[in-house]
Nanobody, 118 residues
């Protein structure tokens, strides 16, 4: 089994910063992709940032404001969110695409709420 533990969400004012973290543990042999996605009320899920062997990709709406980084030794993914806007309000989900003990699988975290409001 795999566990993804997300942390760092909260309520902030526009222009503030937040840092999200995701830690993967369990039967993970190798990680192919780690990423953050979000779903805002009434909207479809969108990719925020993802890290793979191809590098780091960002969603258009967060480019220049968010920075994703990964610690391969600790299987952790961090998302530094700067200059937050009300439209960044959403539930943020950590995503993992990995090779386990016997198969390649993907897994989603439980989600962490980020609210940007004055």
């Amino acid at each position: 089994q795999v566990q993804l533990v997300e942390s760092g969400g909260g309520l902030v004012q526009p222009g503030a910063s937040l840092r999200l973290s995701c830690a993967a543990s369990g039967d993970v042999v190798s990680i192919h992709v780690m990423g953050w996605y979000r779903r805002a009320p009434g909207k479809q899920r969108e990719m925020v940032a993802r890290i793979s062997s191809d590098g780091i990709k960002y969603g258009e709406s967060v480019k220049g404001r968010f920075i994703a980084s990964r610690d391969n030794a600790k299987n952790t993914l961090t998302l530094q969110m700067n200059s937050l806007k009300p439209e960044d309000t959403a539930v943020y989900y950590c995503y993992l695409y990995y090779t386990g003990v016997s198969s390649v699988e993907d897994y989603w975290g439980q989600g962490t709420q980020v609210t940007v409001s004055s």
